[in-house]
């Protein structure tokens, strides 16, 4: 099966990053779009996760059992980094509510996170942004940070590690690597046009 996930990248950068977060938190609804984010930064869930989470489940344990709702697969995710941010966040949210809802308090849709992002990729002259990018960063920093691609792969619940490697864009990074300093013909081209505007 080939999976496609079009032009979208991870933040490579900590510079990146947090340009991505401070967007979010200046903007409308700030905070819960930083948390969102973050959340997603330090988890790795798709995004269509981190939408079906409710206040009760993060309010009261930072190890937190979800089921995946594109695999149907059980996932534990640590909180533990976040529980300063969670805790603000949710002061004064209802148990059974949404973490994170719009002005109707009805949960955001993948639609509206991604019509976010666009806004926020505009402004970091950015055309490689989606909803896909926390997923993808998460991945990226967790393999440059552990260098542990096989349990990378179990996390994302992938069929191979190249199939990893291509998702966090590792094999991106390879090949601009390899072609920085691959060339052909340039060194010619450049010396036939100086000799030709002596010539002429």
């Known amino acids: 099966m080939i999976m496609i996930y079009y032009n979208v990248e991870p933040l490579r950068s900590q510079q990146e990053i947090t340009a991505f977060v401070n967007y979010a938190r200046n903007g409308t609804h700030g905070e819960r779009n930083a948390l969102l984010i973050l959340i997603g930064l330090n988890t790795g869930l798709r995004m269509s996760d981190i939408l079906n989470l409710k206040v009760a489940q993060v309010r009261y344990q930072d190890v937190v059992q979800i089921t ?3 695999t149907k697969k059980r996932r534990l995710i640590l909180l533990t980094r976040l529980r300063p941010q969670i ?3 949710i002061e004064d949210l209802p ?9 109707q308090h009805h949960p955001l849709s993948v639609n509206a996170v991604y019509k976010l992002f666009q806004t ?3 402004k970091m ?3 490689d942004i989606g909803t896909h990018t ?3 960063t998460f991945g990226y ?3 440059q940070q552990t260098h542990d691609i096989g349990t990378l792969m179990m996390i994302f619940n992938h069929s191979s590690e190249a199939i990893t490697k291509r998702y966090i864009g590792l094999s991106q990074d390879v090949i601009m690597r390899q072609m920085a300093g691959f060339s052909l013909g340039i060194e010619g081209a450049s010396v036939e046009k100086k000799n030709s505007q002596k010539t002429g």
Not at 95 to 103: A, G, M, Q
Request: avoid cysteine.
């Open 68 to 70: 995946e709702k594109k």
């Open 87 to 89: 805790n603000h966040y």
């Open 95 to 103: 148990d059974s509510e949404y973490l994170f809802t719009n002005r």
């Open 120 to 122: 926020i990729a505009r």
């Open 125 to 127: 002259n950015r055309t």
């Open 134 to 136: 926390l997923r993808k």
């Open 141 to 143: 920093h967790y393999y």
